[in-house]
């Protein structure tokens, strides 16, 4: 997903982090693509109505820190490992056995109003009711 050209320019390298910093991802790039998901997976995890996400090669992202692993069934049936502070418990990223090669960073820890917004909403069947997204955010059902 690129740039819109309502979306002000981005500067890279960006550097994404827990709550209390031990855990960290810096990448060098814009993201290929970035999405928001409404699944309960998603919900669950992040204490909130959806999960917003970029999505960048591995070879172009650093990790830095220790962070704790734990591996689940998404709802399309595979894998998803959430790694998070074991201090703060804050999931930094995320890789998924759908796209091997492609870590997945939660925006939030960029801590950057300007980030690109989400070119989709995945599990728009699961959206909370009160949740209107935006003109030009492409809503698929499921995944």
């Given amino acids: ?7 002000p320019p981005a500067s890279y390298p960006k550097t994404a982090a827990c709550a209390c ?3 960290t991802v810096t990448v060098a790039a814009p993201p290929q693509m970035v999405h928001a998901c ?5 919900q669950r995890s992040t204490g909130s109505a959806f999960s917003y996400s970029a ?3 591995e070879s172009a992202a650093t990790i830095g820190g220790e962070a704790k692993r734990w591996r689940r069934s998404s709802d399309a049936g595979r894998w998803q490992e959430s790694n998070f502070c074991p201090t703060c418990g804050v999931t930094v990223f ?6 091997p090669g492609v870590l997945c960073v939660s ?9 690109l917004r989400p070119g989709r909403l995945y599990w728009n069947s699961k959206r ?3 949740l209107e ?10 995944q």
């Fill in 133 to 142: 997204l935006p003109e030009g955010i492409e809503r698929i059902e499921t």
């Fill in 1 to 7: 997903m690129s740039e819109r050209s309502n979306d």
């Fill in 55 to 57: 999505f960048f090669p």
């Fill in 94 to 99: 995320t890789r998924l056995e759908a796209l």
């Fill in 107 to 115: 925006i939030g820890c960029f801590c950057d109003p300007d980030f």
């Fill in 128 to 130: 909370h009711h009160w």
């Fill in 38 to 42: 409404a699944c309960m997976n998603c």
């Fill in 21 to 23: 910093g031990r855990v």
